[in-house]
């Protein structure tokens, strides 16, 4: 689980142009999403995002153990 599954981001569908909102614990949850506009459904790179987001995760835990060795 990441920080940041509860937050929200903002997508645009390729078909028609639909703006949306949507949690991206969610995204990572199932990749595919249908829009609200057309149907259409958008395919998000699930893996993808989870790398990134791991890889985001394990840079601020990295920051936060930095930041503790200073105080000492």
């Known amino acids: 689980m990441s920080i940041f599954d509860d937050k929200i981001i903002q997508l645009t569908c390729p ?3 639909h703006q949306f909102d ?3 614990g969610r995204l990572k949850d199932d990749p595919s999403i249908p829009c609200a506009g057309c149907g259409a459904t958008i395919q998000i790179e699930a893996e993808r995002l989870r790398q990134g987001l791991e890889s985001v995760d394990k840079q601020l835990a990295d920051f936060k ?3 503790r060795n200073l105080s000492k």
Do not use: P, T, Y
Request: charge should be positive; charged fraction near 35%.
């Open 22 to 24: 949507e949690r991206i």
């Open 65 to 67: 153990r930095s930041l």
């Open 15 to 17: 078909q028609c142009g």
